[in-house]
């Protein structure tokens, strides 16, 4: 089955703590996109990547760090810069064409 | 600079048509998109419009206007489990997507 998985589904951390949370899609799809999603806005862009190695600060990347080191994987670190980090975060991939984003389920991170 | 405008909320009733209209400002355009995302789930692909005009995919159509800047999302026969919010998208010419901030529809019995 083909598809995007991200854990934890919940995950809460303290303040001044950097945490990670995962991406993996098995769709063999080249670029990969980290959202953000605040109740009332739109999807925010934090990082995206379009090639293994390689990847660009979407609209609102301060606070946040990611890499791609393999096709399938593009972590997301949340460091403490992050001003308000408590959201929930979706990682989608897509293909060159015909362009749809495949989101993963998201994980919503609680940051006390 | 870009923006995307959709309507907060909309109430319709089980087994009614429902109208759920979306405009756009972006630097350039390839294409848009709508999503549908129930609440606390990730959002799902329904329909992509690059062309004017209709897009017919079951119960679910989609509809593009370049020169007005405008799409809508028409959902027919309603049912309980099209309780969700639409989140309309427009591809711009760097082929990032400018998301709106959705439209969460609630439907009566």
């Known amino acids: 089955d083909g598809g995007i998985t991200q854990s934890p589904k919940y995950l809460f951390r303290k303040e001044g703590q950097n945490v990670t949370l995962s991406c993996e899609q098995n769709?063999?799809?080249?670029?990969m996109y980290w959202y953000r999603q605040d109740p009332g806005q739109g999807l925010r862009l934090i990082y995206y990547?379009?090639?293994?190695?390689?990847?660009q600060k979407g609209d609102i990347a301060e606070g946040y760090s990611v890499s791609r080191e393999k096709k399938e994987s593009f972590p997301l670190t949340v460091t403490s810069a992050q001003k308000n980090p408590t959201a929930f975060y979706l990682c989608?991939?897509?293909?060159?064409?015909?362009?749809?984003?495949?989101f993963g389920p998201g994980t919503r991170l609680t940051v006390t | 600079g870009q923006n995307i405008d959709q309507p907060t909320e909309m109430t319709a009733t089980e087994g009614a048509i429902v109208q759920i209209n979306c405009t756009y400002q972006?630097?350039?355009?390839?294409?848009l998109f709508w999503y549908q995302q129930h609440a606390g789930e990730a959002p799902t692909f329904l329909s992509y419009?690059?062309l004017d005009g209709l897009e017919e995919k079951g119960r679910f159509s989609s509809f593009l206007s370049r020169s007005k800047g405008y799409s809508y999302l028409l959902l027919k026969e309603l049912q309980m489990k099209d309780s969700a919010s639409y989140l309309c998208?427009?591809?711009?010419?760097?082929?990032?997507?400018?998301w709106g901030a959705g439209t969460k529809l609630i439907i009566k019995p």
């Open positions: 989608a991939s897509s293909a060159s064409e015909p362009y749809e984003q495949y």
């Open positions: 769709l063999n799809h080249d670029a």
């Open positions: 990547s379009q090639i293994v190695n390689d990847f």
């Open positions: 972006t630097s350039g355009f390839n294409g």
């Open positions: 419009n690059v």
């Open positions: 998208a427009v591809m711009d010419s760097n082929y990032q997507l400018i």
